[in-house]
């Protein structure tokens, strides 16, 4: 990123180069290192507007309470600056902080953000707690914000019910009518809900579902995360 020294904290810099490792994503892995001395394969890919651009596809922070971290840190404000020089996405994990992650948005409307994991607290062992939901009315306001898409991840882990999960629908609609499908990213999460979900429960539910049409799955389970990052895995 052009400066020699570490941030104030750590953040995330998301790459193709490890496929692997996608946190339940579907295109994009990540790894915790510092934004200025992370080293990674070149791997060359372009932008949305159609510069070249190398290594790095996105750029996260970590806002949770848990965190103890001021929104108002002036090394978050130069992380963002700097996203929108470089044209990186960033990545916010928010949950349990949304109105903390909600001003960050509004005060950064030239930098483009991606909500992690629906902006709700999830679950890493069962069962979910008793209201699941009670942050969506935020994340539907939320959905206000030009510059921010979200991340449709871990969604099984909310479900009170016993697989499919049939519990996740209602709200995931609301979620989808305030946000579009081409602002939802899915994914699992399956690395951190492995004890809640397997891999194949985490899929199948939105594979098979009628509530979706085949180009509403076909643009959240892959096409809003290409456009998000500006990256998508060759073909051959």
């Known amino acids: 990123m052009g400066r020699s020294s570490s941030p104030p904290f750590p953040c995330t810099a998301t790459t193709p180069a490890m496929p692997w490792r ?42 949770t309470k848990e965190a103890n971290r001021d929104p108002n840190d002036p090394g978050i404000d130069r ?17 349990g902080n949304l109105d903390a992650g909600t001003a960050l948005v509004d005060r950064h409307p030239d930098t483009r953000f991606i909500i992690d994991h629906l902006g709700i607290i999830q679950p890493r062992t069962p ?49 989808f009518d305030a946000w579009g499908f ?15 979900v397997n891999y194949e429960q985490a899929v199948e539910p939105f594979l098979k579902t009628d509530r979706l049409s085949n180009s509403e799955r076909a643009m959240l389970m892959g096409g809003a995360c290409a456009k998000a990052y500006g990256w998508s895995p060759k073909k051959g």
Not at 23 to 35: P, R
Not at 136 to 163: D, M
């Open 79 to 95: 992380i963002l600056r700097a996203a929108v020089r470089h044209e990186f996405p960033v990545n916010i994990l928010c949950w």
């Open 22 to 63: 996608c946190n339940g994503h579907t295109l994009a892995g990540s790894q915790s290192s510092s934004l200025s001395t992370r080293t990674i394969p070149r791997w060359p890919m372009s932008s949305p507007t159609g510069r070249k651009r190398r290594e790095t596809v996105g750029i996260r922070i970590m806002l």
């Open 182 to 196: 081409d602002r939802c990213l899915w994914g699992t999460d399956w690395t951190r809900a492995f004890a809640v």
């Open 127 to 175: 069962p979910a707690p008793p209201q699941p939901w009670a942050d969506l009315p935020k994340v539907l306001e939320l959905a206000r914000r030009p510059n921010a898409v979200i991340k449709v991840s871990g969604a099984c882990t909310l479900s009170r019910e016993p697989y499919p999960f049939p519990d996740i629908w209602d709200p995931l609609a609301r979620v």
